[in-house]
Structures are given as structure tokens and as C-alpha cells.
């Protein structure tokens, strides 16, 4: 039996701009996880359960582009095994023998936490390593990015990413394999200078980030010279950001997502909701608030001193949020 389990991520700064070439800033959050355990059964197949989505299925009777088949069948179709010794087993499987992947998550879904990323990578992992043949990051990065392009049109790969390495990633989307990035195929991490605090709120709207990107393409689409410039500001803020973050002066930090969350809204990827939750975490005291992910619904996130981080998370609760998290960004990475 194998177990693999990825975590969350929010983005700090940057995300839409990180589309079109712009760095991002973002972080594990490992309070949530994806886990998938994959273990041998006697029945032929391979069995998919996934108590959360109340699936219970044979891989072959799931549609292929479905989010968990899509996967699997990656996993399956770049592992250099022998053929398949029978059409009911698959490459890599014993003659006559099956396994069971079960697969759990707290990652809220469509809420820009990276919930379909971590369950990608959580099962890429679990199944490469029971069919004996682990990847290495850079190839289950890769596998979860081709994933997450079935599924969201143009990703930037950012979410992959962070999620596969767990670590703060400073992002620039690289061509033609997202996946390979700084030199020697490295990821760009960057240095917590200081710890700080942030509550993630939760609108409770599952948004679509497909869409928000492809709404963000059209209006580029209209008139580049301006979204250009747009996206110009947004990669200065990040630029920004990841020098107070490393310095550790984090006070600098609150104005730069107050900024970046005023383009995001030029953007028109806020909502209603979002503001709101904006708006109440800063009368509560944040020191800056800004959406995270795609937006339209999903989350924000709130820079706050320690001692107002319940405050501020309470006062969500009371304006709307469905849940809030606070977590604590820390030099190594990851976020308590
Ligand atoms: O909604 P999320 O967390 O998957 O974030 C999307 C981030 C975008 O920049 C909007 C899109 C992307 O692919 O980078």
C-alpha cells in the first residue's frame, strides 16, 4: 500500500498577471491536504474511491476526461512499464491483479486553494510509487499541469507547482514546459525574512477560473496597451512584495495587497462578495486584503498581526465567509 498527500496553496500576489507572463507569489498551506492511498486488491481493475464526491467506480467506466480518469491514465501512460499482459490489467499491474485508489480531501473545491492540483499530485505520487516506479517532482509537476489544462484552458502552472514542491514559489510562467523553470529545472523559491500571519475567507462560491481567465483575455484582447500596463503594475507589486517578504519587513507587505487587489478588480475578477470580506477584514484591523486565485467567489486572504487574527476571522464569519483558516507563513515554507 502506498500513501501520498499534498497541501493547499494560496497565492500571495500576482495571480491573472502570472498568465501572461508576470511573476506570482504563492505558498503552501498544509493545514489542508489531498491524500490518495493505493492499495493491491483481487479484483481486476483499478477501483476509484472517493467517499468525499460520493464516487465509488472502475476506472474504465469513468469518462476519459474525467478529472480523476484523466490523471490515473497519465500516471499509466508515462511509466515505462512492459505491456499490459491482459486487456482487464494495466501496464505496470500484475497478470489477473487490481488495486484500489482512495482518495480524501479538505481542500475546499473551486475556491482557488488548488484543491484539484494537490488531489493530482497526491495520486500521481501514490500510484507511481506502488507500481514501483516513483517520479521525481519535475515529472509530477508536469503530469498535474497537464491536468490542470484539460480542465482550466491556459493555466500558468503556478498551482501545480507549488503544490508538488511545498515550498513559497516565486512563479514565472516559462515556455513551453511550465514545469521547467530557473536553471536546471529548479523552481524559484524565495526567503520568509519574518513569519506572518494570514486569514484565508472563504465566500463559499465555487467559482469557475477557467472563466475568469478567459473574461480577463477578452478584455486584453481589446486593448493590449492597457492590460499591458495593468499587468506591468501587478509584476512591480510582486517584485516588491518578495523584497519585504525576504527583508522581513512585513508592514510593507499590507498597502502592496491592497494594491494588487484594486487591479485584480480593474480586472473584474472580484465580486460582491469578495469586496465585502475585503472590506470587513480591513475595518477589523488587517493591515492589507486582497482575493486569491481566480477569484469571482473562492477566497481572499487577510495580512493581519497575530493578535487580530481571530478577531478579523470572526468578523468574516459574521460578514458571510463559510470558513476561514489562519495560518502562518514561515521561512520554511510551510505554512502552520
Ligand atoms: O483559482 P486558482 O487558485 O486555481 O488560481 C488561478 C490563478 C490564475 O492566475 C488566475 C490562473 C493561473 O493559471 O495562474
Redesign the pocket.
Known sequence: MTTSSAPGKI?LFG??A??YGRP?LAVPVTQVQATATVSATSRTGIWIEAPDIGLASELSRLVPDHPLAAVINRVFSVLPSPPSPSRSTPAGLPKGEGCTITITSTIPVAS???SGAAVSVAIIRALSAFLGQPLPDERVSDLAYEVEKLH?GT??G??NTVVTYAKPVYFVKTFPSPSRRGIGGEVETFRVGAPFTIVIGDTGLSAS?KE??SDVRTLWEADQPRWEKVFNEVGDIVQKARRAIETGNIPALGPLMDENHKLLQEMTVSCAELDQLVETARRSGALGVKLS??GRG?NMIALVRPDKAEPVAVALMSAGAKRTLITTVKQTSEVA
Open positions: 497565492i495571480e491573472h502570472v498568465v506570482a482557488g486553494l488548488g482550466h493555466p500558468s503556478i498551482d477560473t475568469s481567465v486565485g481566480g473562492g
